[in-house]
């Protein structure tokens, strides 16, 4: 099997340098571990002009979507890391699946405006990449050998030039004004609750959306907003006509290595405070939780059933039930499931039988989805959609696009959520949904 190429480069613990020398081209793409204030990611890659750009056709099954990813990969050709050189990714696909990719997925109602207009999904098929090993302490170029050596050569060229110093402004137009209010809000979560006392589902994720519009460059706002909010499952995407997909996302939504899948839901939450004792009674209080702990438990329940669609029978696993994880703005509750591929099944079988992640549809998922249909007005687009990689080995990771914004056209939307049940009090939800993303809101109105 043919060998990549390695070029090294100077370690930067901080991508941004090396992303600012390309951040304007086509297909540009970051997927930032967000170190080194995150600790828990190990790799930031970054690449741009892929060599195809693969969107959904309208009306395009998923089933149609996926077979035309595996063929690209198969054009591409195999390839293999060095042996003395661990490498994540070793050329292939990086892109994004929006939530609604879902609908191509299982039937949905249409009732949610589309008024972001952004696709399904998009993902470019990348022959080269800049990759950080945070564990290892190297910056290197990674070349397929599909890459000719006239490209390779303007790539290190590029890479080893002294980084530009300059950066563009960012600026929002107005302070972020929610799509719904308070007592709208109010009125869904009673429906939900309608819902599950009728026996329809246990859970459903509801969310709302703020607005703003803006001028200048999204590649600022997310430098400014990783400052603020660092998490391990961080993203930068551009887009046609200054448009960009911005993540801080601290949830990871699949993994696949040799064989071996891992899924870490997120479901349980609690602000931060600035007071040291309170804010270790906040996490207290979030770990002896009944109703948080049975939330993620159903969700657990959940992605197990998703991930027994792919993974081989037995192996399926739950190694870590109810952790506690920190992050600079709330506390989160988080679990793992793993599980082994089945013969014959790969990283987009294993998409295909899990997407869009439980941990932010509900329980059972489709109903869940098609009430998160009929009570939102309009479509998430990237919300709660997917950041992944996916190379020729079938090496595959992936985030749930929480915490995230979208910048197109001029305007740039976030979403806040969460997960309702039974006895959820809607004021406390509502706040919930605001706790998540206030510090991203707060950072680019103080630009």
Not at 160 to 166: G, K, L, V
Not at 225 to 248: E, K, Q
Not at 360 to 374: F, N, S, V, W, Y
Request: net charge negative; aromatic share 8%.
């Amino acid at each position: 099997m043919p060998t990549c190429l390695i070029h090294a480069l100077p370690y930067r613990a901080d991508p941004a340098t090396y992303f600012s020398a390309v951040y304007h081209a086509p297909g540009a793409v970051l997927l930032d571990a967000g170190r080194p204030a995150a600790l828990r990611g190990r790799y930031d890659l970054i690449s741009a002009w892929p060599t195809a750009e693969l969107t959904p056709m309208p009306d395009e099954p998923a089933k149609d979507f996926l077979q035309r990813l595996r063929a690209s990969l198969a054009a591409l050709g195999e390839a293999k890391a060095p042996e003395d050189c661990p490498l994540p990714f070793v050329g292939g696909l990086i892109g994004y699946l929006g939530y609604d990719f879902g609908r191509r997925l299982e039937t949905m109602p249409e009732q949610a405006s589309d008024d972001l207009g952004l696709a399904d999904a998009q993902l470019g098929l990348y022959p080269w990449a800049l990759i950080t090993d945070h564990h290892l302490g190297t910056s290197q170029l990674m070349f397929h050998p599909a890459l000719s050596r006239e490209r390779q050569q303007r790539l290190i060229e590029l890479f080893e030039a002294p980084p530009a110093q300059t950066q563009a402004p960012f600026k929002l137009e107005g302070a972020f004004r929610a799509d719904i209010d308070e007592n709208d809000y109010r009125h869904a979560i009673e429906r939900i609750q309608t819902y599950i006392q009728a026996g329809d589902c246990y859970q459903v994720n509801f969310a709302q959306r703020f607005r703003s519009h803006y001028r200048g460059d999204p590649w600022t706002a997310y430098r400014a907003l990783r400052a603020a909010c660092p998490t391990p499952f961080a993203g930068y995407l551009a887009l046609a006509d200054n448009g960009a997909i911005i993540s801080l996302s601290p949830e990871r939504f699949l993994r696949v290595s040799e064989g071996h899948v891992e899924t870490r839901p997120i479901k349980g939450t609690r602000p931060r405070h600035s007071d040291p004792e309170q804010d270790a009674a906040q996490a207290e209080m979030l770990l002896a939780s009944l109703k948080d702990r049975a939330e993620n438990l159903m969700i657990v329940d959940l992605l197990r059933n998703d991930l027994g669609r792919s993974c081989a029978i037995g192996s399926v696993r739950v190694p870590e039930l109810f952790a506690l994880e920190s992050y600079p703005n709330v506390h989160h509750l988080v679990s793992a499931v793993t599980g082994e591929l089945a013969r014959g099944k790969d990283a987009l079988d294993l998409i295909a039988g899990s997407f869009p992640g439980g941990s932010i549809t509900g329980a059972p998922k489709i109903r869940a989805m098609q009430i998160i249909d009929e009570l939102e007005p309009t479509r998430r687009a990237l919300y709660c959609g997917s950041l992944l990689y996916l190379d020729v080995r079938g090496e595959l990771d992936s985030s749930i696009a929480i915490r995230s914004l979208l910048a197109k056209d001029g305007q740039i939307s976030c979403w806040g959520g969460g997960g309702i049940v039974a006895d959820s009090d809607w004021q406390a939800e509502y706040q919930e949904s605001i706790t998540k993303v206030k510090v991203l809101l707060e950072t680019l109105e103080g630009m």
